[in-house]
């Protein structure tokens, strides 16, 4: 009993000093409110509000280094904002965002630093109290335009029609020199007198910009606050200041620390020492040494090596998107000599199949798409297809990748193409290659959804396509505010716009195609997103043969009034090909400035901003250097100079990004699962010197995607079985060791290939326009067949409203923007539509006629040989004798339904059984997935 008091005596004078100490520190925190704050008297920012952020939140929010640039030292600032907008609202405490965040206890973050009660209630009242006629407002920028603030307003109401491409009456608004000078009116302001000034006039009198024509350049009225800074500015005199744009300079980053580099994915590779093994049994290469030693802290190990008919069939998928031939792989069984493994890698990467199974993965990455997207019309890209057999072309030719993302990120600023007295083959797929910069879906054809907000949200989708599939950062996040997680500031976001704006300027747009006909009529005075410079060699065979249809036409009218001339002129005339064209993106010089937008609001421009990169990548105290492409270049070179950092051998992440993808596609998941986040809220490699020391190996193999492809698969690693024992349960349950292959799934195109390739109906004819899709009466769409089956899924038209239907039940991505990596289901739909569709089951008649063909009417010889094309191997007893079984079911059963209908042909009897039997491999789990 004397025990449980003491209990209790101790318990209660533990909680009575809590208390003294809570006690102690709200009374300590209370002391910082000043004690004369009389309900009667108006507060003011310097005697009840500073004392509180100085102790609080200056830290933070004071000065060059501040958060969220968001500045708390002055009243004005305050007003003012940062990256959010504006943090109060004067006069209206519950809208202000400043008083929502300190009264949630969001901030300040550190739980000691936050506001008491009485202290929020005293913020409370002083915002409520700036409504007030009285209240202390300090001056501040805002009151005092400059022509930063001005620019804004005229790029984002006025140079549509007042601009570098259109100049109505001779008035160019996009700076200060240029309103004075004026156009055929006389100048556009006077400094010191707004009332005197034409462009005021015109804007009170509702006629800039003119109401009735808003829509035709997609602008928006000049709301009054706009035109009262405006006014300001005028009555000002028309101030103009000089503001260095933000930029890089010699001088550390206050924004990023170097303690912000250390983080693993930000730091350039180094190539680790490869472990070394006293016993090298079972290691082909460095992949297993890297492999092998993680797993032996795990007590475990690789598992055997699959045979030889698995491996051919693996390695087929894997590289072709396409099973073996039963003649491939006789060849390779047969095959005893060393290296025979090795010599069937290196075959499949010579094959023109592989750039056709790689090229998909990185047209995945670009957000590939046969049209605009967006908009329920879906408008088609008719020239999107030189990009996808640009790439294809690229994987076959093993360009290096530092040289593939150069032409795809500056490939017009690689050669002069304007003034080339012959445009060479190379030239032309330099800019065809920046179509990997046009992908993103794009409404903004039409004017009513080509607004200012419109454009910006095309150029976030591709600096979101940039970030994710190059860097393997989510840039995007830092479109409205610094990032939440990374080191990436608010600013450097920004920067990169303005390394794109010679070519995506908001104020300065190129529509896509335009369409009459679909809603009001669309002005674009700065031309489209085509040009005309395909290959001299190109241009020249295109117009030979306009040429020939025109002597052809002309002699076959030769014979007025002949019977057949009109049909005949009508089947030549058919030939004609339009015009070769290219889609593609090219700097044109002269770009809007930029401005942080805060929130990524047009109307609320913040800092200016020159072109850079995020400065976590770099050592904070290197300028980004850009030069003109070439003497006289009316380009920036700001892209060229982005494509240049990014290929730089020490690249932080450029090589692991890439190397991580050709992993994934591999071994099933990437050495870093998030394969488009190496951030801190990615997940962290599971073999970090590994992924170093390919990323290394990369580069010095001179950026090989081939290479990489042999050293992966030429693994004991890559060469294990799938099978699942009890220990690699117990010790590699998610297989993070790689402890076993994954058992794969067939993607969506490796399946449809594969369905038209067993069938015997594969067309291998390559490159040119995307076969078009039929939309049947069931709903279902089809892509159209050719005169000698289908061509590969990668040819067919993929139209973001109108995927085949294919496609949309085995996981292909909407591509919006883009796809990092595909989903995985298993779902209903999908054995529904294999077994349901109707184009399914010709391709299993198809089949069936093949294997009759190949080799009569022999049943034996027929489920062999089945199997062979479908699985790659030889049916076993037991298989054998259910498959005949099943046949003979089959015949039974129709031969019953044919003789109740009065025809039971024995062939088709046979026919019929044989289609019905191929349908049931077609559906099979073995035909599905790749062991």
């Given at each position: 009993?004397?025990?449980?008091?003491l209990?209790v005596?101790?318990?209660l004078?533990?909680?009575?000093?809590?208390?003294k100490?809570?006690?102690?520190?709200?009374?300590?925190?209370?002391?910082?409110v000043?004690?004369?704050?009389?309900?009667?008297r108006?507060l003011t920012?310097?005697?009840?509000?500073?004392?509180?952020?100085?102790?609080?939140?200056l830290k933070?929010?004071?000065?060059?280094?501040?958060?969220?640039?968001?500045?708390?030292?002055s009243?004005?600032?305050?007003?003012?904002?940062?990256?959010?907008?504006?943090?109060?609202?004067?006069?209206?405490?519950?809208?202000?965002?400043?008083?929502?965040?300190?009264?949630?206890?969001?901030?300040?973050?550190?739980?000691?630093?936050?506001?008491?009660?009485?202290?929020?209630?005293?913020?409370?009242?002083?915002?409520?109290?700036?409504?007030?006629?009285?209240?202390?407002?300090?001056?501040?920028?805002?009151?005092?335009?400059?022509?930063h603030?001005?620019?804004p307003?005229?790029?984002?109401?006025?140079?549509?029609c007042?601009?570098?491409?259109?100049?109505?009456?001779g008035?160019?608004?996009?700076?200060?020199?240029?309103?004075?000078?004026?156009?055929?009116?006389g100048?556009?302001?006077?400094?010191?007198?707004?009332?005197?000034?034409?462009?005021?006039?015109?804007?009170?009198a509702?006629?800039?910009?003119?109401?009735e024509?808003?829509?035709?350049?997609?602008?928006?009225?000049?709301?009054?606050?706009?035109?009262?800074?405006?006014?300001t500015?005028?009555?000002?005199?028309?101030?103009?200041?000089?503001?260095?744009?933000?930029?890089?300079?010699?001088?550390?980053?206050?924004?990023?620390s170097?303690?912000?580099?250390?983080?693993?994915a930000?730091?350039?590779?180094?190539?680790?020492d490869?472990?070394?093994?006293?016993n090298?049994?079972?290691?082909?290469?460095?992949?297993?040494?890297?492999?092998?030693?993680?797993?032996e802290?795990?007590?475990t190990?690789l598992?055997p090596?699959?045979?030889?008919?698995?491996?051919?069939?693996?390695?087929?998928?894997?590289?072709?998107?396409?099973?073996p031939?039963?003649?491939?792989?006789?060849?390779?069984?047969?095959?005893?000599?060393?290296?025979?493994?090795?010599r069937?890698?290196?075959?499949?990467?010579?094959?023109?199949?592989y750039g056709?199974?790689?090229?998909?993965?990185?047209?995945?990455?670009?957000?590939?798409?046969?049209?605009?997207?967006?908009?329920?019309?879906?408008?088609?890209?008719?020239?999107?297809?030189?990009?996808?057999?640009?790439?294809?072309?690229?994987?076959?030719?093993?360009?290096?990748?530092?040289?593939?993302?150069?032409?795809?990120?500056?490939?017009d600023e690689?050669?002069?193409?304007?003034h080339?007295?012959?445009?060479?083959?190379?030239?032309?797929?330099?800019?065809?290659?920046?179509?990997?910069?046009?992908?993103?879906?794009d409404?903004?054809?039409?004017?009513?959804?080509?607004?200012?907000?419109d454009?910006?949200?095309?150029?976030?989708?591709?600096?979101d396509?940039?970030?994710?599939?190059?860097?393997?950062?989510?840039l995007?996040?830092?479109?409205?505010?610094?990032?939440?997680?990374?080191?990436?500031?608010?600013?450097?976001?920004?920067?990169?716009v303005?390394?794109?704006?010679?070519?995506?300027?908001?104020?300065?747009?190129?529509?896509?195609?335009?369409?009459?006909?679909?809603?009001?009529?669309?002005?674009?005075v700065?031309?489209?997103?085509?040009l005309?410079?395909?290959?001299?060699?190109?241009?020249?065979?295109?117009?030979e043969?306009?040429?020939?249809?025109?002597?052809?036409?002309?002699?076959?009218?030769?014979?007025?009034?002949?019977?057949?001339?009109?049909?005949?002129?009508?089947?030549?005339?058919?030939?004609?090909?339009?015009?070769?064209q290219?889609?593609?993106?090219?700097?044109?010089?002269?770009?809007?400035?930029?401005?942080?937008?805060?929130?990524?609001?047009?109307?609320?421009?913040?800092?200016?901003?020159?072109?850079?990169?995020?400065?976590?990548l770099t050592?904070?105290?290197?300028?980004?250097?850009?030069?003109?492409?070439?003497?006289?270049a009316k380009?920036?070179?700001?892209?060229?100079?982005?494509?240049?950092?990014?290929?730089?051998?020490?690249?932080?992440?450029?090589?692991?990004?890439?190397?991580?993808?050709?992993?994934?596609?591999?071994?099933?998941?990437?050495?870093?699962?998030?394969?488009?986040?190496?951030?801190?809220?990615?997940?962290?490699?599971?073999?970090?010197?590994?992924?170093?020391?390919l990323?290394?190996?990369?580069?010095?193999?001179?950026?090989?995607?081939?290479?990489?492809?042999?050293?992966?698969?030429?693994?004991?690693t890559?060469?294990?079985?799938?099978?699942?024992?009890?220990?690699h349960?117990?010790?590699?349950?998610?297989?993070?060791?790689i402890s076993?292959?994954?058992?794969?799934?067939?993607?969506?195109?490796?399946?449809f290939?594969?369905?038209?390739?067993?069938?015997?109906?594969l067309?291998?004819?390559?490159?040119?326009?995307?076969?078009?899709?039929?939309?049947?009466?069931?709903?279902?769409?089809?892509?159209q067949?050719?005169?000698?089956?289908?061509?590969?899924m990668i040819?067919?038209?993929?139209q973001?409203?109108?995927?085949p239907?294919?496609l949309?039940?085995?996981?292909?991505?909407?591509?919006?923007?883009?796809?990092?990596?595909?989903r995985?289901?298993?779902?209903?739909p999908?054995?529904?539509?294999?077994?349901n569709?109707?184009?399914?089951?010709?391709?299993?008649?198809?089949?069936?006629?093949?294997?009759?063909?190949?080799?009569?009417?022999?049943?034996?010889?027929?489920?062999?040989?089945?199997?062979?094309?479908?699985?790659?191997?030889?049916?076993?007893?037991?298989?054998?004798?259910?498959?005949?079984?099943?046949?003979?079911?089959?015949?039974?059963?129709?031969?019953?339904?044919?003789?109740s209908?009065?025809?039971?042909?024995?062939?088709?009897?046979?026919?019929?059984?044989?289609?019905?039997?191929?349908?049931?491999?077609?559906?099979?789990?073995?035909?599905?997935?790749?062991?």
């Open positions: 009993m004397l025990q449980l008091r209990w005596l101790l318990i004078l533990t909680q009575a000093s809590q208390g100490s809570i006690v102690a520190a709200d009374e300590s925190r209370k002391r910082e000043p004690e004369d704050v009389d309900p009667e108006q920012f310097e005697h009840d509000i500073a004392p509180l952020f100085r102790t609080r939140c933070c929010h004071e000065g060059e280094s501040r958060k969220a640039d968001l500045d708390l030292a009243q004005g600032r305050i007003v003012l904002g940062g990256e959010s907008g504006a943090a109060i609202v004067p006069g209206a405490p519950d809208e202000s965002l400043l008083y929502s965040r300190i009264s949630s206890g969001e901030m300040p973050p550190d739980e000691k630093d936050r506001l008491n009660v009485a202290e929020q209630k005293v913020i409370y009242r002083w915002i409520a109290e700036m409504g007030n006629a009285t209240a202390d407002v300090t001056t501040d920028p805002p009151t005092n335009p400059s022509q603030d001005v620019i307003v005229m790029l984002r109401h006025c140079t549509a007042h601009g570098r491409h259109r100049q109505e009456a008035l160019d608004l996009r700076n200060r020199a240029a309103m004075l000078k004026g156009g055929r009116s100048p556009a302001i006077v400094p010191g007198n707004a009332d005197a000034s034409l462009i005021v006039q015109k804007i009170h509702g006629q800039m910009p003119p109401f024509r808003l829509v035709e350049v997609s602008v928006k009225p000049v709301e009054s606050t706009e035109t009262a800074m405006l006014v500015w005028i009555e000002l005199g028309a101030p103009e200041i000089l503001i260095e744009p933000d930029v890089a300079t010699t001088t550390s980053d206050r924004l990023v170097d303690e912000d580099r250390e983080f693993w930000f730091r350039s590779p180094v190539k680790p490869v472990p070394d093994f006293r090298p049994a079972g290691i082909c290469n460095p992949v297993d040494a890297f492999i092998l030693s993680k797993q802290l795990h007590g190990g598992s090596e699959a045979d030889r008919r698995t491996l051919i069939r693996r390695a087929c998928f894997d590289l072709t998107g396409l099973p031939d039963p003649v491939e792989i006789e060849s390779f069984l047969s095959d005893d000599q060393p290296k025979a493994y090795e069937l890698v290196d075959r499949l990467l010579d094959s023109p199949r056709e199974r790689w090229g998909r993965y990185w047209l995945d990455v670009a957000g590939y798409s046969d049209s605009e997207g967006k908009r329920e019309q879906d408008l088609p890209r008719p020239h999107a297809w030189r990009y996808r057999d640009y790439v294809i072309r690229s994987f076959n030719a093993d360009k290096p990748y530092s040289r593939f993302l150069m032409e795809q990120i500056a490939g690689l050669a002069d193409y304007e080339a007295t012959e445009i060479t083959t190379e030239m032309s797929g330099n800019l065809v290659a920046t179509g990997f910069l046009r992908m993103v879906p409404p903004t054809w039409a004017n009513i959804t080509g607004f200012i907000p454009r910006i949200d095309v150029i976030a989708d591709e600096i396509v940039f970030g994710s599939g190059i860097l393997g950062l989510t995007k996040c830092a479109r409205c505010h610094s990032h939440k997680f990374d080191p990436i500031p608010h600013r450097d976001y920004y920067r990169l303005d390394v794109f704006k010679g070519a995506y300027d908001e104020y300065n747009w190129l529509r896509p195609e335009i369409h009459p006909g679909i809603g009001p009529v669309s002005q674009d700065a031309g489209g997103r085509i005309t410079a395909v290959s001299t060699v190109e241009r020249k065979t295109w117009e043969n306009n040429e020939r249809i025109a002597r052809e036409i002309a002699a076959a009218q030769q014979t007025p009034g002949a019977e057949g001339t009109e049909a005949q002129v009508k089947a030549i005339e058919s030939q004609r090909q339009p015009e070769p290219i889609q593609a993106l090219w700097d044109r010089g002269d770009p809007s400035l930029t401005y942080i937008y805060r929130r990524g609001d047009p109307m609320s421009p913040g800092r200016l901003v020159g072109p850079g990169v995020p400065s976590v050592d904070g105290r290197t300028p980004f250097k850009v030069e003109p492409p070439w003497p006289g380009s920036t070179g700001r892209r060229l100079a982005l494509a240049r950092w990014l290929t730089q051998p020490d690249h932080p992440l450029t090589s692991r990004v890439a190397v991580n993808r050709i992993w994934k596609h591999h071994f099933g998941q990437g050495i870093v699962k998030t394969l488009g986040n190496f951030g801190k809220a990615g997940v962290l490699p599971t073999h970090p010197e590994l992924l170093d020391w990323a290394v190996e990369f580069v010095e193999q001179g950026w090989s995607f081939k290479h990489m492809h042999r050293l992966m698969m030429t693994s004991a890559y060469r294990q079985s799938s099978a699942l024992n009890a220990e349960e117990s010790l590699d349950p998610h297989n993070a060791l076993r292959m994954p058992l794969v799934r067939l993607d969506a195109e490796a399946l290939d594969s369905l038209v390739l067993v069938a015997g109906r067309d291998e004819t390559r490159f040119g326009p995307g076969d078009p899709v039929i939309a049947r009466a069931d709903g279902l769409v089809t892509p067949a050719t005169t000698l089956g289908w061509r590969r040819y067919v038209q993929q973001r409203k109108r995927l239907t294919h949309e039940s085995f996981d292909f991505p909407q591509m919006n923007p883009n796809c990092i990596e595909r995985d289901s298993v779902v209903s999908q054995a529904l539509y294999l077994m569709n109707g184009m399914v089951f010709e391709l299993a008649e198809a089949f069936a006629a093949r294997i009759k063909n190949d080799v009569g009417n022999d049943q034996e010889k027929q489920i062999t040989h089945i199997s062979l094309i479908a699985f790659g191997r030889l049916p076993d007893e037991d298989e054998q004798q259910i498959a005949l079984a099943s046949l003979s079911q089959l015949e039974a059963k129709w031969t019953d339904h044919l003789t209908t009065g025809s039971a042909d024995p062939e088709v009897i046979r026919h019929k059984s044989l289609t019905a039997y191929c349908h049931a491999i077609m559906n099979s789990a073995e035909f599905l997935y790749i062991d």
